[in-house]
């Protein structure tokens, strides 16, 4: 299977300057230019947990495997070069199940530039799980970091929040285009993306720049999904907005007397600002005569 495989893969597989040996050798080389830095992250998701196989599409699975670790490079301002991809295929149909993934995985590849470059494949008596190691680069001292926040940023967040489970999470655009005409026109400080939820992505954005924020609730930018969610199951759409986690939207601090041009500017993704960063340690809502203590809340991974 795995050879017949790989000869397909390696026919669907576009050629792209930047990988000198792709897949077919025992390791991948990449070229590198001497002015940049390596940028890399990796995420692995599973059946059971981050999709279900029984009810999702294959090519919408693949997408998000390769879409969260996009998200990744987004926040920290980094240029996607290549991708390693390893699947652990169920027994059952695998090789179906292999080439139905790998639709979206490519197709993901091919709208943001990354090459493919090499991965792994084994069959077992398990879930389908899909590791990939994605691989950016970025000026040198120039990546985005959760650490770079200053007290009185203005705190910026992009797209709309909550409900992801009806279909973003599966479905979502990872913010590589915003972040990259953000990186080259404005001045961004600290950025980290949305994963595990709001109020617990902000957290750990505050607690790596030693900032606090005082946050405008009803500035939050509710999706129509956590309104659809709401009428379903109950509980507050904006509950779902601070804490369902999977938006894989940016959170962005910048200085205030930026926000306005950043806002008012025509990026193709609307940015909302939902609060400033403050001395003061911890999550804040802030109201008109008094200031309340939050607790960040989301997806705990093993809690």
């Known amino acids: 299977m795995e ?5 397909w893969l390696r026919g669907r597989q576009r050629l792209l300057p930047q990988v000198a040996v792709g ?17 890399t992250s990796v995420d692995t998701i599973v059946d059971g947990v981050d999709f279900l196989l029984d009810q999702h599409s294959p090519a919408a699975i693949g997408h998000k495997a390769l879409a969260v670790n996009l998200s990744d490079l987004a926040a920290m301002a980094a240029d996607p070069v290549a991708a390693l991809v ?28 990354v090459a493919i470059s090499g991965g792994d494949i084994t069959c077992y008596d398990g879930p389908l799980a899909i590791s990939i190691t994605i691989i950016g680069q970025a000026e040198p001292q120039k990546s985005w970091l959760r650490s ?23 479905a979502f655009t990872p913010r590589v285009r915003l972040a990259q005409q953000l990186r080259d026109n404005f001045t961004i400080n600290a950025a980290i993306d949305i994963s ?10 505050c607690a790596a720049s030693g900032c606090g924020i005082e946050l405008e609730l009803d500035r939050v930018p509710v999706s129509e999904d956590a309104q659809a969610l709401s009428h379903q199951g109950g509980g507050d759409p904006l509950e779902h907005a601070l804490g369902d986690g999977e938006d894989y939207e940016l959170i962005l601090t910048c200085p205030a007397d930026q926000a306005a041009e950043i806002l008012a500017a025509d990026l193709g993704t609307p940015l909302t600002q939902i609060g400033a960063l403050t001395s003061r ?14 607790s960040p809340r989301g997806f705990v991974h093993g809690g």
């Open 281 to 294: 340690t911890g999550l804040w809502s802030k109201l008109p005569n008094k200031l309340i203590r939050l």
């Open 148 to 170: 770079g926040a200053q007290p009185d940023d203005a705190v910026l967040v992009s797209g709309s929040l909550g409900g992801s489970i009806l279909q973003k999470h599966l």
């Open 86 to 113: 390893a699947i652990s295929l169920p027994n059952e149909n695998a090789t179906q199940v292999a080439a139905a993934v790998y639709e979206g995985i490519l197709a993901t590849a091919a709208d943001f530039g």
């Open 3 to 7: 050879q017949s495989f790989l000869a």
């Open 23 to 39: 897949i077919g050798d025992d390791a991948a080389v990449i070229d590198w230019p001497q002015s940049r830095q390596l940028v």
């Open 196 to 205: 595990d939820g709001l109020l617990l992505d902000l957290d750990r954005l």
